[in-house]
């Protein structure tokens, strides 16, 4: 196994191997089986590359902080096939291995692939395993479970042609026999799956959630305590050099192209980006891309009551959870003045999920209180009835502008608890449909250079 040479930089090719962990279900303890792992593989020296399946910012915040190295989202419905190919390229790249999380169930993904895309898949775990050729390695929560256990395995490992489950991680397990009785069944039956480990159940290896997911890493005071942790119940309980056998290289070749094509059209040349605990769901990918073709990428933090660069030609608000920090947020009168002056002078500004909500007219928190926000858009938000809208999104530009022509398409997901008191009027961003083609109507606002939707946008060019 290649390891660092001293001096950041790893002499370990293009073609590094890699591996899935992925579970039966959520909560299964795929997250801390791979965050274990990828801070104990990075103490031990090996350059470990990191990505999360899915449409999943706090996941992958963890990664980066666990295996020091920014992680990167692979989605097989959202994302085209060069967009995929390249991006595993780039995890290869200088990387000695590569370690991927699944999301939900490994066979979890959207109701139905949408026609008409080649290569198209459904976004699952599974999905990205079969076009990859990565090896599973599955978790299994077996708390009050035996011999059961062996049956679950059978059921995933010969479930659909072209998954490999090469290994199996038992979690939650209640003492050394029954660690034996669950190693013995699955040997048993199924013999060309590897039983790599068995963790006990251990309370200080969960994490704290809250309505989107996780406790974002940024707000966790006791990350690295916590890491730590979980490296150590790895490296003892479970056989990290024979998963490391397991993993093998990408089937997919990256496309040769002169100029990659960023995932997303930059949104100017000098790009003010919203950074901090409020603003953090943005995709390294789509940033990475925008500094492929020559923009600058200026972070500021609205938290810190920081606004956009007076020379910044476009303002990006990621999601995230303003509606935690309403109150501070409509007090930051430098952070909303500089909105509103961007704006003024033609700025191109983009507002995703709790972006867009920061550009409308005010924020409900779950106590009923409102909270003044830029007022650049006619949305007035409110979280005191939560309403959960999820799930993958295909859209169509209504208008031309920064993010393309009128009628470009976009692949994007949703998911958030805020209810809409009011939107509009005022023009529609996009024409939307869901994963399974149908219909949802006109979604998001534009107001001249100022524009913004629930969706949180992926990839484009389909």
């Known amino acids: 196994m290649t390891r660092s040479n001293g001096d950041g930089i790893d002499k370990a090719g293009t073609t590094a191997p890699g591996l899935i962990v992925a579970a039966p279900a959520s909560g299964c303890g795929k997250t801390v089986v791979t965050l274990g792992l990828l801070r104990h593989l990075t103490g031990q020296g090996i350059a470990t ?92 929560d077996v708390k009050g479970q035996g011999a059961s256990a062996a049956a679950v395995l059978r059921g995933f490992a010969g479930f659909r042609q072209g998954v490999t489950i090469a290994g199996v991680v038992f979690n939650r397990v209640a003492s050394a026999r029954h660690r034996k009785l669950l190693a013995g069944a699955c040997q048993a039956a199924v013999p060309g799956v590897r039983v790599l480990g068995s963790l006990p159940h251990d309370e200080a290896l969960s994490l704290a959630s809250r309505h989107l997911g996780l406790v974002q890493a940024g707000e966790n005071a006791g990350l690295d ?80 009551d920081e606004g956009p660069g007076e020379d910044a030609d476009a303002v990006y608000l990621p999601g995230g959870y303003p509606e935690l920090h309403a ?18 002078r033609g700025a191109a500004i983009y507002g995703e999920c709790g972006g867009y909500m920061v550009l409308g007219t005010g924020i409900e928190d779950a106590d009923g209180g409102r909270h003044e926000m830029a007022g650049l858009l006619a949305l007035e938000t409110s979280f005191a009835s ?73 990839d484009g060019g389909i």
């Open 327 to 344: 109150p501070r947020l409509a007090a930051n009168g430098r952070f909303i003045a500089g909105l509103r002056r961007a704006a003024a």
């Open 225 to 304: 305590a916590f890491l730590d942790h979980a490296a150590r119940t790895i490296a003892r309980h479970i056989d990290v050099e024979a998963l490391i056998d397991l993993a093998r290289p990408a089937r997919i070749a990256a496309l040769a192209e002169d100029a990659p094509a960023p995932l997303l059209p930059p949104l100017g040349q000098r790009i003010a980006i919203a950074t901090d605990v409020a603003f953090a769901f943005a995709y390294p990918a789509v940033i990475d891309g925008w500094r492929g073709v020559g923009a600058e990428v200026r972070p500021f933090s609205p938290l810190a």
């Open 49 to 140: 590359a990191s990505f999360k399946v899915g449409p999943d910012y706090i996941d992958a915040a963890y990664h980066t902080a666990a295996g020091g190295r920014e992680c990167i989202n692979l989605d097989g419905w959202a994302m085209r096939p060069a967009t995929l190919a390249r991006l595993t390229a780039q995890l290869a790249r200088n990387s000695a291995l590569i370690v991927g999380e699944g999301v939900m169930g490994l066979f979890d993904g959207a109701p139905a692939p949408a026609a008409g895309r080649e290569g198209e898949g459904d976004g699952s775990t599974a999905d990205l395993a079969a076009r990859t050729g990565w090896p599973v390695i599955l978790v299994i």
């Open 386 to 458: 939560r309403k959960l809208h999820l799930g993958y999104r295909d859209v169509r530009l209504l208008g031309g502008g920064p993010l393309g022509a009128k009628d470009a398409r976009f692949r994007g997901h949703e998911f958030h608890y805020a209810s809409v008191i009011s939107e509009g009027p005022g023009m529609s961003l996009f024409a939307a449909t869901d994963a399974t083609r149908r219909p949802l109507g006109e979604t998001g606002l534009r107001a001249g250079t100022v524009m913004g939707s629930f969706i949180h946008l992926i």
